[in-house]
């Protein structure tokens, strides 16, 4: 059974730092991508910042220039999240792509870790 753990969310002042984790345990035949999503109250779920296993990363233009995506390992991803705005106020979520055993696309997902951006 694969399980998908964030950490390192928190209450911020605006323009602070975060870096938010991910670790992956049990057994993932392959990681396609592996991504951050993130849900403000009222709103949809949107991808925040992607990287696949080639290193090509992709980034939501809210956050481009302030968000970092990297790997740390085959099951590990961090999100160094800087100059962090009211508006990043969201919960975080870790998205790992990849395939079951019979080649399948299928996704995996953390339960969420809360950012607080707040004076």
């Known amino acids: 059974q694969v399980q998908v753990a964030e950490s390192g969310g928190g209450l911020v002042r605006p323009g602070g730092s975060l870096r938010l984790s991910c670790a992956a345990s049990g057994m993932i035949f392959s990681v396609n991508s592996m991504s951050w999503y993130r849900q403000a109250p009222g709103k949809e779920r949107e991808l925040v910042a992607k990287?696949?296993?080639?290193?090509?990363t992709k980034y939501a233009d809210s956050v481009k220039g302030r968000f970092t995506i990297s790997n740390d390992g085959a099951k590990k991803t961090n999100l160094q999240m800087n100059s962090l705005k009211p508006e990043d106020t969201a919960v975080y979520y870790c998205n790992i792509g990849s395939r079951d055993s019979d080649w399948l696309p299928i996704e995996y997902w953390g339960q969420g870790t809360q950012v607080t951006v707040s004076s």
């Open positions: 990287m696949t296993a080639s290193g090509n």
